[in-house]
């Protein structure tokens, strides 16, 4: 039985250029997916496994929305975490791997930016643990584009609740604002927290690249 999980605090309300209120009816609507999720879980403790089919069942409707709240919650957890920074140029290690994928800080940034004016809903960087490099990743739902065995660092929300009250319907000004508040720091430390991904479930067929002229910690990723 899947555990009940609880709403985790807001880091902060307080960012530049996005307004307390803003963030705050943002922070209740993740609560609410908090909830749902609860609800799915508990009502698929009793939920008829015996008439699940793909058409239509109980069970099989518990199952897709259990994806689309859960998912939303993580997400939710990721975007509010990762703001609250300077924004700026990205700053130690996830600055090495950005270089090393994208060539540099700023064609990540304009590969970042196309994706924010192109998802419905959610764009994040991540490392993927079986090419083993850093791309940026677009979800039209909080259940739709996920993508397996990535490790999330870097996640923007583009749902218009997340900037509506702001900046109506000019997505391009929230991006600017979203980037002037990113924390270099927790991108760091969700680096440094990550433990190193799994083997590959198939062999990589492309040759290692060459090493990463970074400091030690990045050593999570050699590619072997
Ligand atoms: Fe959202």
Redesign the pocket.
């Known amino acids: 039985m899947a555990p009940q999980i609880t709403a985790k605090p807001l880091k902060t309300a307080r960012l530049q250029g996005i307004s307390a209120n803003q963030i705050q009816q943002?922070y209740e609507?993740y609560k609410r997916y908090v909830d749902t999720t609860n609800r799915i879980r508990t009502a698929l403790n009793d939920a008829d496994r015996e008439n699940a089919n793909p058409n239509y069942s109980p069970y099989r409707a518990l199952k897709v929305e259990e994806s689309y709240s859960w998912d939303a919650v993580k997400l939710?957890e990721l975007y509010f975490w990762n703001l609250g920074g300077n924004g700026g140029a990205a700053t130690g290690r996830i600055r090495n791997l950005i270089n090393r994928d994208f060539g540099s800080f700023n064609d990540w940034k304009t590969d970042f930016t196309a994706a924010g004016k192109s998802a419905r809903g959610w764009v994040v960087l991540a490392y993927d643990c079986d090419d083993k490099t850093l791309h940026n990743y677009l979800q039209d739902a909080h259940n739709l584009g996920v993508i397996w065995r990535a490790i999330p660092l870097l996640v923007l929300?583009v749902?218009e609740?997340?900037y509506f009250i702001d900046f109506g319907i000019d997505r391009a000004k929230y991006l600017d604002a979203f980037f002037a508040n990113i924390d270099w720091e927790e991108i760091n430390r969700r680096l440094g927290a990550t433990p190193a991904c799994p083997p590959p479930t198939t062999p990589l067929d492309e040759p290692p690249r060459p090493a990463v002229p970074a400091s030690p910690s990045v050593t999570i990723y050699n590619k072997k």
């Open positions: 943002h609507l939710h929300d749902y609740h997340a």
